[in-house]
């Protein structure tokens, strides 16, 4: 590794002398240029560092000697120029395999005990009903509501009326069910049919489950396979098709519906109520039958837990247990089981670890319960109703009430209340069945020793009170809970060392080659290192992890204090210093735009008033925002001269002809994504402003959809009509872009426009990232632009220190990418990754095409300033509408790759460093109570920053820009 880093540092490297005298030739001896260029920087035995900076200048005709010696020379550096890429690249992707390496065994397979559990005593199952010998319950209905948070059936504001009815009369016990993180939807599932704690690399399958079935239970114990073999029944399935890849052959009759398609709430679930009648009429015939219902959760996705739908979904729900419990009336042998797989945090996402998102409804429902409470009750901001329980408990609940073995791997206890329904003398023999299951456990894991063991054979050798077993229960649970997944050292220590190695020669490379460049900026070399060993350093703390955007305020802030006084000479000039007060204006903007954090949320932000208490400013905003971004379409890059009829036809008139179809062109595709949004808007049951209406009512009129009064209410089929219209509007503002972006490269070419292609392509992405952005984000874009625009004007005319340039621009981007990505509403738990714009477009589900619009819908800010920080490097007159300037760097076209490699080796060092703090830190708090909650969700963050913006935006799209 060193070897190849030394590979680095020969003099070819130190080229910052050369782009001193090219900037004096180019105000001075233009058609020079690039003849300086071969004969000098070209060849790999000149050392710039160590010349004079008065440039010798080529004659204007060279010889026959000079062309052999050029000729020789571009072979030469060839040969080394690749080799410093390669180098660079070699490091980059071994960044990335350490870290992958790491993860591989920091998220290891869970290990679960093989086999089948049988009851103690295989004779006689003590979960009779003493009365009659018999299981309490012969059936089960399992409803299962994704994302029932516990509030929306157990609260004053929930609309569960009939269940309500149900815990008043006694016939439903109500609980909080507490549900392991990561709240997703597979781990979640995992845990309720089996009774074990989830494992984190769940929370990253469940993404594309519906291309792996690697992750079925059907060699793992369960309910599931303990109820069907128990005396052969049948169970059917309708509803979020998980339960179909987790247990592949296990139901008798089944229909499975995708689980991802968030946009629509209506249709997923008629496909599952549509069933009912067939398998609640009197000829049925089946033991068990779960019910899965999605949308709720697709409700909270698109419109969070206030939307105008959710109190209509929580009545649907409702109409459709009443139903379930009218068949039990007439089937006393069959229990309901009302779950929320988990909940929701305040925004309706969930994956976290909030009290939100871990507090799921749950209650076991029939008319033999006579248990009686009181619903509803009034709200808690805890969510904690009724008696609180692990989710987990549901499973030796399940089996003890329809009498089948307890499954091998669950650490569930027994819900109280349920024990309660056995007479007094029968209730020691069931928890002492339970916890023998649970022991079985963890001798498997400690073996017979230690303290747990020791209380548990004193538990077993004298008669002691239930509330005694219940203690030792739940202390085994939570201990066992804790340690359930063993860590692959032999992967963590390789990649963490392999992170290390890649570091050490990043950080040897670095200060080789800005250390050896005459006249360079040391301090500002110095503040970079120290600005990412500081940073790296956060990782060590899970409330910095916790509130990370605090740190990319801070430091944003102090990085354009420094500069300004050390690069920018910002009290030189009034207007750099007022431009400097733009700038801090924006950075203001930025950090109070959104909730960020994790340990605090507040109503007291700019989105929150823009989408919820004065919409109409927020709309006004919106359309400015469009405004500006087709401006500058139009007139900052080489768009307007690309079509421009006149340069071709020399027809006089031609290019007001011309100017007129580019303007027509960018106006409807911004109008079109406009209306794509307004519309969006609305389907999500917020109200459009009245001065909007006429537009959103047009657009649909010209779609054949007719609103008598701009609202929806319960008309499904307007929903479907309206989602087409949707889907139509996406498409085709994506169908105009992208042949907008390969007309303008097209005819650009054809008519030799040699400036402004990386501008226009800039602006036209631009646009797409408004479609995917949230609504009450979208006028964010104009804080960017403006900050681009003031960064722009302050770096201009800063280039003749090329290196000092480079550096400066990525450490400015670098603190933009990472501060708007917080200020959009992200954070570095899995509950902020936003759904609501991944199927813009999409008609049916796919991994790759979903997976790529989330990606781009919550790193729309980061990818914003990935493709700027090209245009301040390579084309700046044009972001400060000076027109094309031949002193840009875009026109120096064998400077492109140095400045690619530069720039490659300046985040490489950043996201090199940041690697090996945040492994040293989770190797180190690998015990840690916050481990799966805070550190292992911002190690998959990590990874997203690592390959898709640094490697896959930042290396590959920016070098396919620049070259296309």
């Known amino acids: 590794m060193f070897l190849l880093a030394g590979c680095f540092f020969n003099p070819q490297f130190r080229q910052p002398a050369l782009f001193d005298r090219m900037h004096y030739l180019h105000h001075h001896h233009h058609s020079e240029v ?203 399935f309708f509803g979020d098709d998980t339960w179909l890849k987790l247990f592949p052959g296990e139901f008798d009759e089944f229909e499975g519906t995708t689980s991802f398609f968030v946009s629509d709430f209506t249709e997923v679930d008629n496909n599952v109520t549509r069933h009912l009648d067939q398998q609640l009429s009197s000829d049925a015939n089946w033991d068990g039958l779960i019910l899965h219902y999605l949308g709720l959760d697709h409700i909270g996705h698109k419109g969070g837990p206030g939307s105008v739908y959710m109190k209509a979904k929580q009545s649907e729900m409702d109409i459709i247990l009443q139903r379930l419990y009218k068949y039990t009336t007439k089937n006393d042998d069959t229990l309901i089981v009302l779950l929320g797989d988990h909940g929701m945090n305040e925004i309706g996402n969930h994956g976290g670890s909030s009290v939100g998102e871990t507090s799921a409804g749950l209650s076991l429902i029939s008319p033999k319960f006579s248990h009686k409470n009181t619903a509803p009750l009034p709200n808690d901001e805890e969510y904690s109703y009724y008696h609180k329980i692990n989710q987990i408990d549901l499973v030796p609940t399940l089996a003890s009430l329809l009498n089948f073995p307890i499954p091998k791997n669950s650490l569930g206890v027994v819900s109280k209340e349920i024990l309660e329904i056995w007479p007094e003398t029968n209730r020691r023999s069931i928890i002492l069945e339970n916890a023998r299951q649970i022991m079985d456990l963890y001798q498997a894991k400690h073996g017979q020793k230690g303290e747990v063991w020791e209380k548990w054979e004193d538990l077993l050798s004298s008669q002691q009170s239930l509330d005694d077993y219940y203690d030792f229960l739940y202390n085994v649970q939570q201990d066992m809970a804790s340690s359930a997944t063993d860590y692959g050292y032999k992967d963590i220590y390789a990649g963490a060392g392999i992170l290390l190695i890649t570091s050490i020669s990043v950080i040897v490379l670095f200060n080789k080659y800005f250390y050896s460049i005459p006249g360079m900026n040391i301090p500002l070399v110095i503040f970079y290192q120290l600005f990412v060993i500081l940073y790296s350093l956060h990782f060590h703390g899970s409330s910095l992890i916790e509130e990370e955007h605090q740190i990319w305020y801070f430091f944003t802030t102090a990085t354009f204090l420094f500069l300004g006084i050390t690069v920018f000479d910002v009290f030189s000039k009034f207007s750099t210093l007022f431009h400097y007060g733009l700038l801090f204006a924006c950075i203001r903007i930025l950090k109070a735009w959104n909730n960020s954090g994790q340990k605090y949320s507040s109503k007291f932000n700019i989105a929150y008033y823009l989408l919820h208490t004065n919409p109409n400013l927020m709309w006004f905003f919106i359309i400015f925002t469009y405004a500006i971004v087709a401006l500058a379409m139009y007139t900052q890059g080489g768009f307007g001269s690309t079509f421009a009829l006149s340069s071709a036809n020399n027809i006089p008139d031609a290019r007001d002809a011309g100017a007129l179809i580019s303007f027509i062109v960018v106006f409807v595709v911004t109008s079109v994504s406009f209306s794509f949004k307004l519309l969006q808007h609305f389907m999500d049951g917020n109200s459009v402003p009245k001065w909007l209406n006429w537009m959103l009512l047009w657009v649909l009129d010209s779609y054949d959809v007719h609103l008598e009064d701009a609202s929806i209410g319960d008309n499904n089929e307007l929903k479907f009509q309206l989602q087409n219209v949707s889907i139509q509007l996406s498409r085709f503002t994506v169908y105009v872009l992208l042949g907008l972006f390969v007309l303008r490269l097209i005819v650009g070419k054809f008519r030799k426009v040699k400036f402004g292609t990386l501008t226009d392509i800039t602006n036209i992405f631009t646009i797409y990232l408004l479609n995917q952005t949230r609504q009450e984000n979208i006028p964010l874009f104009l804080v960017l632009f403006l900050a ?136 180190n708090l690998r015990f840690h109570l916050f481990i799966w909650t805070v550190f292992s969700p911002k190690l998959l963050f990590f990874g997203s920053w690592v390959v898709f913006i640094n490697i896959v935006v930042d290396l590959i799209v920016a070098t396919i820009v620049l070259y296309i």
């Open 34 to 236: 690039y003849f300086f260029f071969c004969c000098c920087f070209l060849s790999p035995s000149n050392n710039f560092s160590r010349q004079t900076k008065t440039p010798v200048l080529p004659p204007t005709t060279p010889s026959t000697t000079t062309t052999t010696t050029i000729i020789t020379t571009k072979q030469s550096m060839y040969k080394s120029f690749a080799s410093k890429w390669v180098i660079q690249v070699s490091l980059t992707l071994l960044n990335l395999v350490g870290l992958l390496i790491f993860l591989r065994g920091f998220f290891p397979s869970k290990i679960v005990l093989p086999g089948f559990s049988t009851f103690e005593d295989a004779t006689k199952s003590p979960f009779l009903n003493p009365v009659n010998n018999k299981p309490h319950f012969n059936k089960f209905i399992l409803m299962v509501v994704d994302a029932m948070r516990s509030d929306f059936c157990f609260s004053e504001d929930s609309s569960f009326d009939f269940l309500h009815q149900l815990i008043n009369q006694g016939h439903a016990l109500p609980f909080t069910a507490y549900s392991n993180p990561p709240t997703v939807t597979l781990p979640r599932l995992k845990g309720i049919t089996t009774g074990g704690t989830p494992n984190f690399l769940d929370a990253i399958l469940n993404i594309a489950d519906d291309k792996d079935d690697s992750q079925g239970l059907f060699n793992q114990d369960s309910w599931v396979y303990q109820f069907k073999q128990s005396h052969n029944r049948s169970i059917n």
């Open 788 to 923: 681009k625009f003031v960064i722009a004007k302050i770096m201009y005319q800063k280039t003749t220190r090329i290196d000092q340039f480079i550096l400066s621009t990525s450490l400015l981007v670098l603190c933009f990418q990472n501060l708007t990505f917080f200020s959009m509403g992200n954070t570095n738990s899995l509950a902020t990754v936003d759904l609501s714009n991944a199927y813009n477009g999409v008609k049916s589900y796919d991994v790759i095409i979903v997976g790529l619009l989330t990606f781009i819908s919550n790193f729309a800010g980061p990818i914003f300033w990935s493709l700027s920080n090209l245009q301040l490097l390579f084309e700046p007159s044009l972001l400060c509408f000076k027109g094309p300037a031949t002193s840009d760097l875009i026109h120096f076209k064998g400077l492109k790759k140095s400045i690619l490699l530069i720039k490659g080796l300046i985040t490489l060092f950043f996201y090199a460093i940041s690697a090996v703090n945040l492994v040293g830190s989770c190797i």
